[in-house]
């Protein structure tokens, strides 16, 4: 299953009310919607065709998200799915999942790309190769442990991986104690990056079709109603098992 198929059954599964995704390029992830969304892209060059109700800001995700309403343009100031897939650098990707945070229930879900690079060549911070994930295979170690609140999956997606984030805290109101640290060792580093086997081998990734067996994405439109901001208990029942094979993966 690749990146779009996963993304396309989310969209049929958990019904959201509204989309929004960072890194637009040609449009191939914006078709699968079908409700109001938000793409950001400075450099979107769109030739797919859109079957919703769409708005695309050219502009950087730090400066979108530095708008007085960016979510104006939904019929609810919540993301009720996301799909992070912008710069390929993890300080990018993690402002980009800090940023969406900020507008999210304990229903919603954020996917983020090219999270498991199949070479250390690939994970490179300048690109050298004609596939390339760059290095954002880090957030999903960070969140791990500067967030264990967090259900952090890797998922086995061809061809460079993606990570499902389930429930988040709007109430972090966008701040990751331990940010600045992170960037300083961990982020910002030379190439080569030092890639785990865990993330090479992806020991740890969920088949796609195991992730999508959850009961818990038919039971989320219905929690939805009631989800209130730091109220995850429902919604982390729901994903019990998920929560069970996250732990199993960790480390």
Known sequence: MNRHQLLRS??????????????VNRGASMA???VPSIGVDPEFRVVSELQADVHLARTTSDEFFARRRPLAHLPVPVVDLAFVDGMHLAEYA??????IERFTLPTSVVVIDDML?????MANRQRTTLGWTGDVYKVADALRQLRPDLLVLDVDTHPTGTVVVLFPDARRDGVLEGYDEWVATEAVRPDPQPVPDAVLERTRALDPEVLLA???????????????PGDDADVREAFSDLVGAGSARVG
């Open 117 to 121: 690079p199949r070479t250390v060549e």
């Open 10 to 23: 989310l969209h049929e599964t958990i019904e959201p009310r509204t989309y929004l995704e960072t890194g």
């Open 94 to 99: 993690m402002r980009d999942f800090l940023a």
């Open 214 to 228: 959850s009961p818990g994405w038919l039971r989320l439109a219905d929690l939805r109603g009631s989800s209130r």
């Open 32 to 34: 699968l919607t079908r």
